[in-house]
């Protein structure tokens, strides 16, 4: 069983910039984040491969977060710049064994992200 451990989650304002890590205690095929609100479903945010090191990301972060990672270290960042609002959520670092589907196996207990207006 893989165990991962988030840090960097806080308090930020509107425009401000947060950078999340996330360390596995084992090898994945690939990890990434997804985020979730209260009442809402848990939603993927970045993805990345550590065989080819492509990296995914969402629609509504395109251009504000960028995921990274250190296949070495078997750790992730998620870059978080020009916060809004709508960022606030838990997110949560995930960590996959499944070469083509990316489906999360592995989850981490979250991270706590506010941002201000």
């Known amino acids: 069983q893989v165990q991962l451990q988030e840090s960097g989650g806080g308090l930020v304002q509107t425009g401000g910039s947060l950078r999340l890590s996330c360390a596995a205690s084992?090898?994945?095929?690939?990890m990434g984040w997804y985020r979730q609100t209260p009442g809402k479903d848990r939603e993927w945010v970045a993805r990345l491969n550590f065989d080819d090191g492509a990296t995914y990301h969402t629609g509504s972060v395109k251009g504000r977060f960028t995921i990274s990672g250190d296949n070495a270290e078997n750790t992730v960042w998620l870059q978080m710049d020009s916060l809004k609002p709508e960022d606030t959520a838990i997110y949560y670092c995930y960590g996959s064994r499944q070469k083509y589907t990316g489906r999360p196996d592995y989850w981490g207990r979250g991270t706590q992200v506010t941002v201000s207006s």
């Open positions: 084992g090898r994945t095929f690939s």
